[in-house]
């Protein structure tokens, strides 16, 4: 099969080259063939060399030799001089530009060999679209076949975006509004109602004013008078309502129905006077405030006695559980009350309460107000003798000195009686007998050393808070519940000896 011969274009200088090479032999012995019609063949390829040399050069075209780069029939050797480590990007544009040595070219490019200069050149790819572009430093390259647009189409797909989210978004505002009116009312409807509850809007002090009518109404039952003590309870615990109480009269028809005959009657005033002398929140515990001006009123109506009666004659259990936190709360922060609640009995029949068979649960409830009575007015005496004569902090402390309570504590054998707390397996009960014991020290050593059975239970309960402080320090806790309760089982001790 015969390969295709692509000519080049040759310029004028080699022109003499190519007569020394027909006048060589090629042509003179062509012309030597007898054949007439070789002859003529030849002398037509003669002619077409010399138009071909002419156009050459009237039209002045280029010698050169264009390769696409890529062919795998063409390798071209590489500047043996060319570092490939310092290896230069060339950046081509439409026109045709000389390659440096070493200089890489991008892909797709149109690479050529200048024969005159014996250099190569390269451009662009047709058909790649590609525009490289530089500014200083910086170099990038666009793609050309890419769609642009103008800045009216640009500004018109806006517009049309833009009208499209508008009608979306007020299709779905349309929808929500429907669902919202569907789930709640209207502005119009609320303001009735709001009206409407605004004439039903009443003040602490009158919703007092009603209960205190329905507790002293005569047509009231028992269970809407009950009804009405708890909701005042409610209420009573604020400082200012407990004092307008007092103001209303209130106070005195709650200590009146102390003297019910209805035990559920009795229970729920006793949660009242209790909440309302206490000045704090909460129900009962025993208050750590009082309310003076109340304490006052209750202790002149006749309180301190009604209460005292309650806790010395049969009751139900709940009804002295509320009697007696009512009685912590009256006495709590209030010396003078005290000195007649030791005057009229009130140690003796806390005593005989502590040893009732029914009265277990009790027991702690005493023990603690007991524990507080002589604690309060310790720290009375610690830090009222700075106090300036004449003030009110000396006045409590001239009242707390005519309270004998300690003493009278040992007369009615209360260091007999709080040892026996030791006994019960709850941890709590321990540690408030055991507070208390600390307390009465001063008046009941000698009968705490003469007690056997308290020696022996301390022994116990020193063994067993030690295993259990250990068990808490191998949970981590160094400082921990039973570690308290130890130290109080050993001062106990250590005091006792």
Known sequence: MASKLVLPWICRSDFSLLMRFVSSGIISNTMQINNSKVRLKMALIVWYLSLQLVGTHTEKFRTALTIKEGLDDLNIE??????????????????????????AVPAGSHVRLNLQTGQREAKLGEEEGLKYWTDGKR??????????????????????????ADDFSKKDSEQDKESVRAQFRSMNELKKDMEALDLLVETDVQIMRKLLSKIGSINSTVDERV??????????????????????????LVTDALNSTDVRLQESAAFVLGSAVSGQLGSGDFSVFSNPTVQVEAFEGGALQKLLTLLATPRLISVKKKVLFALACLLRHFP???????????????????????????????????????????????????????STNQERLRQYAEVSFLPMLAEQGWCGLV???????????????????????????????????????????????????????TQGEEEGYFNEVLALVDSLVVKMH
């Open 78 to 103: 590489e500047d043996a001089e060319s570092d490939t480590e310092d290896m230069e990007v060339f950046y081509p544009t439409s026109k045709w530009q000389t390659l440096k040595p070493g200089q």
């Open 139 to 164: 170099q990038g390259m666009v793609n050309q076949n890419a769609a642009s647009f103008t800045p009216q189409e640009l500004k018109e797909a806006l517009k049309k975006f833009k009208k499209e």
């Open 227 to 252: 009804t009405a003590l708890l909701d005042l309870e409610y209420l009573v615990h604020q400082v200012d309502n407990a004092q307008n109480l007092v103001t209303m009269g209130g106070l005195q």
């Open 336 to 390: 003078f009350a005290q000195s007649h609640f030791v005057k009229h009995g009130g140690v003796q029949v806390l005593g005989e309460l502590f040893q009732a068979q029914d009265a277990e649960t009790l027991r702690v409830r005493i023990v603690t107000l007991l524990y507080d009575m002589i604690t309060e007015k310790e720290l009375i005496s610690q830090h009222g003798t700075d106090a300036p004569p004449g």
């Open 419 to 473: 040892p026996e707390l030791l006994a019960s397996p709850d941890h709590d009960w321990r540690e408030k007998a055991l507070h208390t014991l600390l307390a009465m020290m001063p008046h009941c050593l000698t009968q705490y050393q003469q007690n056997p059975k308290l020696i022996t239970s301390l022994s116990a309960l020193q063994k067993q808070y030690q295993e259990l402080v250990l068990t808490e320090e």
